[in-house]
């Protein structure tokens, strides 16, 4: 079945650097899409960036010129690089199998300021 299993997150000071990891298995990852939602406390959750199967990338507003997605189709394994952190950045960090709307469990980005 499909699982998707991120990691990455963590503590990190205002204008620090992250990166995170999704491990996909269960589908043919080099075909399909993925993207990277995030979902702060008291907010609706929002898409982050968003890679198709050629590595054609989108990204929100908010994180355009500070965050890159990027993919590994040997390893399965979507990336989202977090440069320049803002406290605003603090959320849950999901992986998002576009096509079937899979999602992982998430993982926690804390930016303090």
């Known amino acids: 079945q499909v699982q998707l299993v991120e990691s990455g997150g963590g503590l990190v000071q205002s204008g620090g650097s992250l990166r995170l990891s999704c491990v996909a298995s269960g589908f043919t990852f080099s075909r399909y899409a993925m993207r990277w939602y995030r979902e702060a406390p008291g907010k609706e959750r929002e898409l982050v960036a968003h890679?198709?199967?050629?590595?054609?990338?989108n990204y929100a507003d908010s994180v355009k010129g500070r965050f890159t997605i990027s993919r590994d189709n040997t390893k399965n394994t979507v990336y989202l690089q977090m440069n320049s952190l803002k406290p605003e950045d603090t959320a849950v960090y999901y992986c998002n199998y576009f096509a079937m709307n899979y999602w992982g469990k998430g993982t926690l980005v804390t930016v303090s300021s």
């Open positions: 890679i198709s199967g050629a590595s054609t990338t």
